[in-house]
């Protein structure tokens, strides 16, 4: 890595390719979805937002920064970790973000230095599940010095302890590598797929086709959602002549029963006809 390094960034998805496009679609950015091995998927940004438009520096964006707040939506919006790599001329480094907690990541300098917390490698393994003693060894041996390791041996030496969960990244999918480059490598693959924004109306069908294949699909939809749909309506209109009748909080929780039985039979109603007229 050196100071003419141009940036770049990957996002590793601990999820497979169907679960992450409805989510990454929030973006509303530029980028290619590919699978990365067992369980995982990898997102490549084409790069614009810390290349600028040429205008001049001001339009720059720290990659660090970028990816930071995209990782962090991802994870915000899924079930699963988000792991960003990003590197530029002077640093290198990762932001890994679960959920609603606070995102964990550390930093190395052009030449290898370590200039993050060794706490922080502990909280990164301890939340995608590595092993607590092998695993944790490899990723300390990253934050102590070592003059034979640039930034972008302690990016591929991160990669490696993560392939030991499943991750494979796919060929030219290099830490270090030009964001253009790494676009075009992505772009060349056949199970790679471009993300491109299409409006509000179809990212979130989007992300309620994703949620009907998932666990919860049953009870959004078919018999079993219109069967719970019912037995809610059922349950929710004595509660509410109860209400009538005593007063209290039992109008209220008879309503909500109500009106969530009638919104589930409203939206199985609705995506069935949609479906049959054929409604992209």
């Not at 092998?134 to 003059?147: G, I, K, S």
Request: net charge negative; with cysteine; proline share 8%.
């Amino acid at each position: 890595m050196n100071a003419t390094s141009p940036a770049g960034a990957l996002l590793l998805c601990r999820a497979e390719p169907e679960a992450v496009r409805p989510v990454a679609h929030l973006l509303r950015e530029r980028m290619l979805l590919a699978p990365a091995g067992d369980g995982w998927s990898v997102l490549v940004p084409e790069g614009k937002p810390w290349q600028g438009d040429g205008a001049g520096e001001a339009d720059v964006e720290p990659v660090d920064r970028v990816v930071a707040g995209w990782a962090t939506a991802l994870a915000v919006g899924s079930t699963w970790p988000v792991l960003a790599l990003w590197w530029d001329g002077d640093r290198a480094g990762y932001i890994l973000a679960t959920g609603f907690r606070r995102p964990v990541g550390y930093v190395w300098l052009a030449d290898g230095t370590p200039a993050g917390e060794d706490e922080a490698m502990r909280t990164f393994a301890e939340r995608l599940g590595l092993d607590p003693v092998l695993d944790v060894q490899a990723l300390e041996e990253l934050t102590r010095p070592d003059a034979d390791a640039d930034a972008r041996i302690r990016l591929r030496g991160l990669v490696a302890v993560l392939t030991r969960i499943g991750l494979v990244l796919p060929p030219g999918l290099d830490p270090d590598t030009p964001g253009e480059r790494l676009y075009a490598a992505a772009d060349e693959r056949p199970d790679a797929e471009a993300l491109v924004w299409t409006g509000w109306r179809r990212a979130v069908r989007a992300e309620l086709d994703a949620v009907e294949r998932g666990r919860l699909g049953p009870w959004l939809r078919g018999p079993r959602a219109r069967a719970l749909a019912a037995a809610q309506i059922a349950a929710g209109l004595p509660l509410v002549l109860l209400g009538i009748r005593r007063g209290g909080g039992w109008v209220l929780a008879g309503t909500q029963l109500v009106a969530h039985g009638a919104l589930g039979l409203a939206y199985d109603r609705i995506r069935d006809a949609e479906e049959s007229a054929g409604t992209p």
